[in-house]
Nanobody, 127 residues
Framework: QVQLVESGGGLVQAGGSLSVSCAAS????????MGWFRQAPGKEREFVAC????????SYAESVKGRFTISRVNAKNTVFLQMNSLKPEDTAVYYC????????????????????WGQGTQVSVSS
């Protein structure tokens, strides 16, 4: 069992930047593939970015490619999402997710690819 706690959300103007992070409990963080998803009001939760166990493989949704960067520091049990050139349509609750015993080098883009979820952090982008 792993617990995930997101932090770093907030309000930012369009064009600005924000970084959110997710801290995981436990000693086996390096065995988890990690992902970021988001859910806007009235919409389904959608994939944003994911990263493999070692950080060597990443994947992004087309809507954020070139603007968002996912990274991880296994020694600190933390995954990050750096968000640049933010748009009002990026407004959502951002969730991190973990997949246990992930294949080395694999990254998962679907909700059902993950075993654990955080509580989410609100990101709001004003126009």
């Amino acid at each position: 069992q792993v617990q995930l706690v997101e932090s770093g959300g907030g309000l930012v103007q369009a064009g600005g930047s924000l970084s959110v992070s997710c801290a995981a409990s436990g000693r086996t963080f390096s065995t988890y593939a990690m992902g970021w998803f988001r859910q806007a009001p009235g919409k389904e939760r959608e994939f944003v970015a994911c990263i493999s166990r070692s950080g060597g493989s990443t994947s992004y949704a087309e809507s954020v490619k070139g603007r968002f960067t996912i990274s991880r520091v296994n020694a600190k049990n933390t995954v990050f999402l750096q968000m640049n050139s933010l748009k009002p349509e990026d407004t959502a609750v951002y969730y991190c997710a973990a997949r246990n015993n992930a294949n080395m080098g694999s990254c998962y883009v679907t909700l059902n690819g993950y075993d654990y979820w955080g509580q989410g952090t609100q990101v709001s982008v004003s126009s």
